[in-house]
């Protein structure tokens, strides 16, 4: 299936509306204007296997440029708005992309990229242009609304950070089957959507599962609902006019919906919610329990990365009888293996590999992407966990040293290769500490070159050092200050001693 066959079925049917506007976008005009982006991009010579990156905020055009770049047989890296000029770079220059689009709003960060990405030839823009940039809707407006001869299936290339805190790109095969050859409608099958359902979709569509679950509803016929920034009373108010019956949430939203004021809170109507799936970050139980109470037992956790290599899930039923659990694997098994590779006995920790799930790579990296390889050839994600009697997996651990803050992973690494730069730093540990609100928050422990100096006013000057070059959510918050790190001699540094200390003092 693809959003064509509803713009021939249904033309006028709404395929996605932005929450806060109301602006409405039929399947008809969805279809029309993938077709003259996938037109504009075969003109400009792009073809199957080609690359082009994205960086938009939750934009009207958004489904529009991923669905031509998706039936061109393209690879479309959605890269995060919130990122420095530095990071967009290095990701648009090992992604290979040969076209770049944004828009006006992020001119400050992207004009920067002029002269700086070789491979990209040619640069395009939303809602206005700067010098280097064409404009979006210039270019494809005299472009055919019929399809290209050649639509083959194209796929998102996404990246997360690794264990050192540089970005890798996920990767995998483009299919061979046909653009929109039939095949199972796996949401409908785990979650009963179709085309009655209404979809709501309140995170940044540059993050894997929004982006490829609001793709997987367009292509079997299920209305979106975007909303352009997550606001927990704009979000009950979407569910109540839009009469959502599905929805993906991370934890931080649950806990600051839950937070309202209950006159606030109780005003909405959400009885027309029938499905809230939840992932990204573990969530509490008691926040949990609390949301099972007021919505009723439709949530829905997963457990899965970008990666596609297994996927765990848990109803709100089996969660009730099993709290704390992400769930029992869908399309794979679960290894539960200790250091040496060897798998540990039932109810024992370790690090969680999937065997029988999708293939993946991380681009250009064989090493990283041997490195998340068991010799038996099962993949992992660097989580660690264990599994009870009845093959019920829980979670005891995070990827090593990942901050997951508000649903977003945040790898250290990044922060601490800027702040040992800072002439004042001579050396430093970023890491994790409680917040009640997002989980996590990035605390920055330095160990400076005069003591003497070390105060509010070095913290604030290295936190606004490290927010010039990365996305203000890598940054640390609060920085200490310690006259030695806990280092080995051989370099290591122990972040574990650093990180649990503050983990202990603050009672968890």
């Known amino acids: 299936m693809h959003p064509g066959i509803f713009a021939a079925e249904t033309p006028e049917r709404i395929a996605y509306v932005m929450a806060e506007t109301g602006e409405a976008v039929t399947f008809d005009q969805l279809e029309r204007a993938a077709n003259r982006g996938a037109h504009l991009f075969r003109s400009l010579g792009l073809k199957r296997g080609d690359h082009i990156a994205i960086m938009l905020e939750n934009h009207p055009r ?90 083959a ?27 929109g050859a039939d095949g199972p409608n796996l949401f409908g099958m785990l979650y009963g959507m179709d085309k009655t359902s209404i979809y709501l979709s309140p995170a940044p569509l540059y993050h894997s599962a929004p982006l490829n679950f609001t793709m997987a509803c367009l292509r079997n016929g299920t209305q979106v609902v975007v909303m352009a920034h997550f606001e927990a ?29 209950p006159s606030v809170r109780t005003k909405y109507d959400v009885s027309s919610l029938r499905c809230a799936i939840h992932a990204a970050a573990p969530c509490p139980i008691p926040v949990k329990e609390e949301m099972i109470a007021w919505w009723g037992p439709v949530l829905y956790e997963y457990y899965a990365g970008t990666e596609g290599n297994g996927f765990v899930q848990i109803n709100s039923q089996d969660w009730l009888t099993h709290k704390g659990s992400v769930g029992r694997p869908l399309n794979c098994e679960l290894h539960v293996c200790d250091d040496d590779g060897n798998e540990v006995p039932t109810g024992e920790s370790g690090t969680i590999y999937f065997g029988g799930g999708g293939v993946f790579e991380y681009y250009k990296d064989p090493e990283k992407t041997a490195g998340s390889r068991h010799p038996k050839g099962w993949s992992t994600l660097g989580d660690v966990g264990y599994l009870d009697e009845e093959g019920y997996l829980y979670l005891t651990d995070r990827k090593h040293f990942m901050i997951i803050s508000g649903g977003v992973n945040i790898y250290p690494q990044e922060a601490e290769n800027v702040l040992i730069t800072h002439p004042a730093v001579m050396d430093v540990a970023v890491f994790g500490v409680p917040n009640p609100d997002f989980g996590e928050e990035v605390k ?56 649990d200390e503050y983990w202990k003092a603050a009672g968890k």
């Open 153 to 179: 299936e194209g796929a998102s290339m996404l990246y997360s950070s690794g264990t050192t805190g540089y970005p890798k790109g996920i990767s995998r095969a483009l299919v061979e089957t046909p653009y």
């Open 233 to 261: 009373e704009a979000a009950l108010a979407a569910i109540e006019r839009y009469r959502v019956t599905h929805s993906q949430w991370v934890p931080t939203m649950f806990v600051r919906m839950l937070k309202l004021d």
């Open 62 to 151: 958004f489904f529009q440029i991923a669905w031509a770049a998706q039936r061109s047989g393209l690879y479309y890296t959605a890269i995060s708005w919130r990122l420095q000029h530095e990071e967009v770079e290095y990701i648009v220059n090992n992604s290979e992309s040969k076209l770049f689009i944004s828009s006006l709003p992020r001119r400050d960060v992207v004009e920067k990229l002029i002269g700086r990405t070789p491979g990209v030839r040619h640069f395009y823009m939303l809602d206005g242009t700067i010098a280097g940039y064409n404009a979006w809707e210039d270019a494809i407006a005299g472009m055919p609304e019929t399809p290209i001869a050649d639509q």
């Open 444 to 499: 920055a422990v330095v160990q400076p070159r005069d003591m003497d100096q070390a105060g509010p006013e070095l913290a604030m000057e290295l936190i606004d050092f490290c927010r010039e070059h990365l996305s203000h959510i890598k940054c640390p918050r609060t920085v200490d200050f310690r006259p030695d790190l806990p280092r080995h001699p051989t370099g290591k540094l122990y972040k574990r001693l650093l990180r």
